[in-house]
């Protein structure tokens, strides 16, 4: 039924406008990923140095592919968390499909 994925990142000082500058340049490429059914990035209302990342995939895997994508291996892991002072992900899945 689908597989969602919330991700918090705190950005150290300072790294702010760096964070929001990979989030914005990401977007258009994680919204067209096959198996995305929705991708949105969100900063605190109250934190400025707070975003939270809202990722829908099709299933488990859409997760997976997405995560091994050049952009994701490049800008994520590669740039973006050497700018994070935190970083939290969980996932979720539909209640429906619980027993």
């Not at 702010?16 to 059914?37: A, C, Q």
């Not at 892991?77 to 539909?94: C, H, S, W, Y």
């Amino acid at each position: 039924m689908g597989h969602v994925v919330i991700a918090t990142w705190k950005a150290k000082p300072g790294e702010r406008d760096r964070i929001m500058t990979i989030l914005r340049e990401m977007t258009p490429g994680n919204r067209s990923e096959p198996k995305n059914v929705q991708f949105q990035a969100h900063v605190s209302a109250v934190d400025p140095d707070t975003f939270v990342l809202y990722e829908h995939y099709t299933d488990e895997s859409g997760y997976e592919e997405h995560r091994a994508t050049q952009a994701f291996q490049e800008r994520v892991l590669g740039e973006a968390i050497n700018l994070l002072a935190d970083r939290k992900v969980e996932t979720f899945m539909p209640v429906e499909d619980l027993p």
